[in-house]
């Protein structure tokens, strides 16, 4: 009778091989880049040794000398070149910030009407996602830019539209004055209502994640952030008093001062990216199942309900990723600003290459402070969108 030779089972077969974590491939690939760069370092520090120029940032600290057209913290041009840097960047997120929220209204607006039942609706959004989309972003700018100087009222025949004053030259708006009472209602809206609104907004997602009800969250949100601030005022005598701008002369005074500039630069960006951000939230919304809207009509919601409870939150959960490239886009986009006189990073930036004649090393500072704006908001965004999967996951097991 024939025998078969038994070997001893291997304990490691058909367990998985271990890659490791770097592997020899990844570390040539990696010590061949770095070695790039060392060399273009060397090769630029060597080029400009020889032309006399000791590469350095201490013109930071040197007196700048040039004024902006505006700022959003104090600059004079007896200031150092790092305050005029720093006035920019203020003035570059200040206008993203703008561009932004403008953009996102206009793309929820036209997202939503792109996929409405009324067939108009749904024209006016295509044409509109078409246009902007096959335009150039400057072109957009600098149109709107002629049209409101040449459109809108000089500043002795400003138009007065409820608390706006407005001209060719600016939009003036109310604004807090200059009192201890204004100073106490920003601490207290700050540093006191915030952490009344985390309490208040954990409780009713903890209240909605167990009974599944939705408690009036936004107006108590409202309540609490102006509430807190008005009882601090009027227990310790100190209430809010507002600067209206009126015609002083040539001149607007008093009130806040949004430039034309910055008006035209916010609404060119928020008109070109609202409509990159309705097509990416149109296919956002017809990614979400027939079925489910079906059965919020069977069970008697309104269409409004059905946007707000079904649809809309389903869609956040999608786009995250998209839009996070077009929020990146759009900070970056704000470099088109210097087209029409606005003082923004990349304004500031050519100025001090012109009288400095650094232009490597104020480069350098302009890509880095861009690259930590951008990293900045998709982390933020990435964060979030990490969160909403986990809670999903969570919530499927």
């Given at each position: 009778m024939d025998q078969k030779l038994q070997f001893p089972a291997d304990k490691n077969?058909?367990?998985?091989?271990?890659?490791?974590?770097?592997?020899?491939?990844?570390?040539?690939?990696?010590?061949?880049?770095?070695?790039?760069?060392?060399?273009?370092?060397?090769?630029?520090y060597s080029n400009m040794t020889a032309a006399g120029i000791r590469p350095g940032f201490g013109?930071?600290?040197?007196?700048?000398?040039f004024d902006l057209s505006e700022s959003v913290i104090p600059y004079d041009a007896a200031d150092s070149y790092l305050r005029a840097i720093l006035a920019g960047l203020a003035n570059t997120i200040a206008v993203?910030?703008?561009?932004?929220?403008?953009?996102?209204?206009?793309?929820?607006?036209?997202?939503?009407?792109?996929?409405?039942?009324?067939?108009?609706?749904?024209?006016?959004?295509?044409?509109?996602v078409e246009l902007?989309?096959?335009?150039?972003?400057?072109?957009?700018l600098l149109v709107i830019f002629v049209a409101a100087v040449n459109g809108l009222p000089t500043i002795r025949q400003a138009l007065t539209v409820g608390p706006l004053t407005i001209s060719n030259r600016a939009i003036y708006l109310p604004w807090l004055s200059d009192d201890p009472g204004n100073t106490l209602w920003l601490?207290?809206?700050?540093?006191?209502?915030?952490?009344?609104?985390?309490?208040w907004m954990r409780r009713v997602a903890r209240r909605q994640a167990l009974t599944g009800r939705r408690g009036p969250a936004i107006a108590v949100a409202f309540a609490i952030a102006l509430g807190i601030p008005a009882a601090l005022a009027f227990v310790l005598d100190a209430p809010l008093t507002l600067s209206w701008p009126h015609l002083a002369g040539f001149s607007v005074e008093g009130g806040i001062t949004l430039s034309i500039q910055f008006c035209t630069v916010a609404v060119s960006l928020g008109l070109y990216h609202g409509a990159q951000i309705a097509e990416v939230l149109r296919g956002g919304i017809e990614a979400v199942p027939d079925?489910?809207?079906e059965a919020a009509n069977a069970l008697g919601l309104r269409r409004g309900q059905v946007t707000r409870l079904i649809v809309v939150p389903q869609v956040l959960r999608t786009v995250v990723p998209p839009l996070n490239n077009q929020f990146a886009n759009l900070l970056?986009?704000?470099?088109?600003?210097?087209?029409?006189?606005?003082?923004?990073?990349?304004?500031?930036?050519?100025?001090?290459?012109?009288?400095?004649?650094?232009?490597?090393?104020?480069?350098?500072?302009?890509m880095s402070i861009y690259l930590v704006l951008c990293l900045m908001?998709?982390?933020?965004?990435?964060?979030?969108?990490?969160?909403?999967?986990?809670?999903?996951?969570r919530s499927a097991t």
């Open positions: 077969a058909g367990a998985p091989k271990i890659r490791p974590a770097i592997s020899w491939m990844d570390a040539g690939v990696g010590l061949a880049i770095l070695a790039a760069f060392v060399l273009i370092a060397f090769n630029i013109f930071l600290a040197q007196q700048a000398g993203a910030a703008a561009s932004l929220v403008i953009a996102c209204i206009i793309g929820l607006l036209i997202g939503l009407l792109s996929v409405s039942t009324a067939p108009l609706a749904r024209l006016f959004a295509l044409a509109y902007f989309r096959n335009l150039p972003k400057i072109l957009v601490t207290a809206s700050l540093l006191v209502a915030p952490p009344f609104l985390w309490l079925g489910q809207i970056k986009n704000t470099s088109i600003s210097i087209a029409v006189g606005y003082s923004d990073l990349m304004s500031v930036a050519g100025t001090a290459i012109n009288q400095t004649f650094r232009p490597l090393e104020t480069m350098l500072i302009t908001v998709t982390g933020a965004l990435n964060h979030w969108n990490a969160r909403i999967r986990g809670r999903e996951g």
